[in-house]
Nanobody, 119 residues
């Protein structure tokens, strides 16, 4: 069973930076596809950034050039560096991990960390 624990959210002003952390246990982050998703009140959860086990990354168009996803294998932790934050980046950010494929596919979520960006 994979467990994910996020941290690093908070209240910041537009233009500020934040770094979210996702500490994983039960599996190794470098062997999983990991990512960050966010949810605004009343809206569906959306992908923000993902990283495959091979290190390939993908970003939502709205955060390209501002956000960066990385991982520290020694700490078994995935990070989301968020720069030049905008009010529309406000939301509940969730860490996600995916393992296996087909009938062995499993997906895990953290509890979420709130990011609030004031204008």
């Amino acid at each position: 069973q994979v467990q994910l624990v996020e941290s690093g959210g908070g209240l910041v002003q537009a233009g500020d930076s934040l770094r979210l952390s996702c500490a994983a246990s039960g599996s190794i982050v470098s062997l999983m596809t990991t990512g960050w998703y966010r949810q605004h009140p009343g809206k569906l959860r959306e992908m923000v950034a993902t990283m495959t086990s091979a290190g390939s990354t993908d970003f939502a168009d709205s955060v390209k050039g501002r956000f960066r996803i990385s991982r520290d294998n020694a700490k078994n932790t995935v990070y989301l560096q968020m720069n030049n934050l905008k009010p529309e980046d406000t939301g509940l950010y969730y860490c996600n991990a995916q393992t296996g494929s087909s009938i062995r596919f499993r997906e895990y979520w953290g509890q979420g960390t709130q990011v609030t960006v004031s204008s």
